[in-house]
């Protein structure tokens, strides 16, 4: 079965969950995204996701991932270890090319790029073409006083006339086709006509260059550039057997997707610097140590750590953070609450891990919950920062709220890092903690948003 054929089976399937996979984050298993080959085609979502019932919200699902993975996602993270012994490969495959392309087709009624060529007509109403009037119009001559002046009746007027010759909307439909061979399954069960004759994709580059520099309309300008992305892509690529979109270090997108719901822009002075005083040259300052991300709110300060560990999934302790992290976080708190002077009352240390709230051992109800803490043996631990605790989060949600900054996020994960510290001093090896959740209500957070 070649590609075209494997995705045309997913095409067809009327049970998409089937070519859909939650990853372990298992060595082997941590691939986040889509892979077409010549017998199927599979899309992988990260640990703690859970999938939809419904087809229609599975495709919408898809489509987000693909835009998180974009936004996430650099060229260095896009790369593929096929095997132990083979060198990563770069996962380069434009996919919101095809996505914009397909998108541009809907978004004009399931129709291909067409241009218009000027046509000229004599009426009496229109836009007036005078130069084109005053050659091939005859008009009336009116004498007033010894003056004459001349009256038209009828005039040359521009038109348009839709050209679907030109090769420009060939390059489309051939394009069209081409990202419905890859993606229209995503969207609708069927596939558009065969393209007919046209440029070769060289050629089809040159032209379109030519309409990028020719072309103010935002809308046009966006669908040649997918058009391009796509061309160049068919150029270069030295086999259609396959072909991969995304990362085995969804860790980093997990780190971003944190940062950008929760995080502080400016987190710079948060970071313990070190350097290296040498006896010859100049001293040498190191990189500091850099906290996944500094999240303040209603005046505190908290320092959280994503770690997209699989113990939300598992269970086992092993697949918590180790003691060196558990160490750096303390490093966090002691250099914040000296350097800058932060009381206890109002500094925390958080582990941020993924898991499924609709699927967990932990019991745990609501989109973020604690699972424990985690302390040094070498320290008293009376104060909060000493204490990390231990904060698993739903994936989908997370990867559905992350824009803004939201507020109603910040509320429940604060007090989700805060509920286990009112309980009082550290447990006893004898006494383990429960999991505990927090469920969000709008009208609690009212009266702490307003405090703020």
Partial sequence: MDLDSALHTALKDEDITKHCIVNTNED??????????????????????Q???????IRTDIKHLIQVLSEFTTKKDRLLTLNKFAAPQTVDFPINAYKGVIEYYFSIGGKYYVEVDPTYKTSATGKQDWSRTVKNQVPLIQK???????????FTVRATTPNDTKQITQINRFCVYEAFKKLGWLYVPYMPEQPGPHPDVKTSIAIINGRLGNTNDDKKRALFQSMKNMLEYMDEKTSDKQFYFGTDDFDHVWEKLIDRAFGEK???KYFPRTRWLLDCG??????????????????????????????GRTGNPDHLPNGSSINKQITYGEYIERIHGINNDSLFNAFIMPYNMAENFLGLTDTVGNIGEAVGDWRKNKKNYERIQGIVMDTRYLMYHYTGNPMKEKVALADCIEAVLRRGPVPTPTGMAQPVAYEFNPQDDLSIVAEK
């Fill in 28 to 49: 082997g298993d941590r691939f986040v995204g889509i892979k077409a080959d010549s017998d199927n085609v599979m899309v992988y979502f990260p640990i703690g996701y």
């Fill in 144 to 154: 007033k006083c010894n003056v004459s002046s001349f009256i038209y009746t009828e």
């Fill in 266 to 268: 400016n987190k710079d």
């Fill in 51 to 57: 999938l939809p019932k419904t087809d229609a919200e």
């Fill in 282 to 311: 100049k001293y040498k300052e190191k990189r500091p140590l850099l906290p996944d991300t500094v999240m303040i709110y209603n005046d505190k300060i908290y320092v959280l750590d994503a770690k997209c560990y699989r113990y």
